[in-house]
């Protein structure tokens, strides 16, 4: 027995609108809207080894300075995919004691997500 997590399973965001919500996941991250087995109204997507919920809200409340982060595999290749899709985002910096790297972006309801980059990292 272990008193020890294995991962997150998922996160759970409002949306004020879940189509929306699904495709710019999908286009940004490659997520996978998944039908729930119940009548739920939550929008489920997928990355097969992370998951996303989406609650729908008629009202955002201000998420900052809340925030997820995922990590990419290619720094370089991600912010030309965010240029492609017309995706700002913040001034990257690099931490000079381990040369990662981040950035922030925001997706249609303003939830701030960082993007982070180890290139050392093992996987």
Do not use: Q
Not at 88 to 114: A, G, L, Q, W
């Amino acid at each position: 027995m272990s008193n020890k997590p294995r991962y997150i399973h998922h996160v759970n965001f409002p949306t004020t609108d879940p189509e929306r919500t699904k495709e710019w996941y999908s286009k940004v991250f490659g997520l996978k809207a998944i039908t729930p087995k119940s009548n739920t109204r939550v929008v489920l997507m997928t990355r097969g080894n992370f998951d996303l919920h989406f609650t729908p809200v008629e009202e955002m409340d201000r998420m900052a300075p809340y925030h997820f982060a995922i990590e990419v595999d290619d720094w370089d290749g991600f912010l030309e995919h965010l240029k492609e899709l017309g995706i700002r985002h913040t001034r990257p910096v690099e931490r000079p004691e381990n040369k990662s790297k981040f950035c922030y972006i925001h997706d249609p309801d303003h939830t701030m997500i960082e993007l982070v980059y180890h290139g050392n990292r093992p996987a």
